[in-house]
């Protein structure tokens, strides 16, 4: 494996790092109870996937 000859100004390292960033994730309606939630995941709410329930959800009494 190659080995560096020369070190890295941190400029240098500084600059490669730069296109790493977090990026909110998009978050979309629920269709049977209309929270927020992420694409192509069970709604926390309410359990529903893709009109379809998918987990039940506990019931607070």
């Known amino acids: 494996m190659a080995h ?13 790092r730069t296109t ?3 990026v909110a994730p998009t978050l979309s309606t629920c269709s049977n109870c209309n929270e ?8 926390g709410a309410c359990g529903y ?5 998918a987990v039940e959800q506990a019931v607070t009494a």
């Open 4 to 16: 560096p000859k020369r070190r890295h100004s941190t400029t240098r390292r500084d600059k490669r």
């Open 20 to 22: 790493y960033k977090a």
């Open 36 to 43: 927020p939630v992420i694409y192509h995941r069970v709604c």
């Open 49 to 53: 996937y893709k009109g379809k329930q």
